[in-house]
C-alpha cells in the first residue's frame, strides 16, 4: 500500500511540475538514452551533470529520471547543492512520459 501511495503522490507532482514548464533531464548513458527515452526529456549522463546544469537558471523547475531511480536520486542531491529550489526525482523515465 505505501508503494501506491508514493507512485499516486508522484504521479501529481510529476504532473505539477510538466505545469511550470520543468526541463526534464534523464541522467541515464547517452546508450541508454538512444535506446529509449522520453521525447521531451534532455540527456544529461550522471557523471557530466555537475558541470551542465550550470547552464540552467536556478528558478527553472527540473524533473529527473534515469532507469530506476537511483541514478536521478543521486543528480537530484547535487542539483539541489547547485541551489536549484525546484527539483524532483522523478525515479524511471517511463514515469515522466
Known amino acids: 500500500m505505501w508503494k501506491i501511495i508514493n507512485a499516486i503522490i508522484l504521479r501529481k507532482k510529476i504532473s505539477e511540475f ?3 514548464n520543468a ?4 541522467v541515464r548513458t547517452k546508450e541508454e538514452f538512444q535506446t ?3 521525447p ?3 540527456n544529461i549522463p550522471l557523471d557530466q551533470i555537475q558541470v551542465d546544469i550550470k547552464n540552467f ?3 527553472q523547475p ?3 529520471c534515469c532507469a530506476s531511480g537511483y541514478r536521478s ?4 542531491k547535487i542539483i539541489q547543492r ?3 529550489q525546484s527539483v524532483l526525482n522523478g525515479g524511471s523515465w517511463r514515469n515522466v512520459r
Open 82 to 84: 547547485q541551489g536549484f
Open 18 to 20: 510538466k505545469s511550470k
Open 62 to 64: 527540473i524533473i529527473v
Open 23 to 26: 526541463i526534464i533531464i534523464d
Open 57 to 59: 537558471k536556478l528558478s
Open 36 to 38: 529509449a527515452a522520453n
Open 73 to 76: 536520486g543521486v543528480a537530484a
Open 40 to 42: 521531451r526529456s534532455q
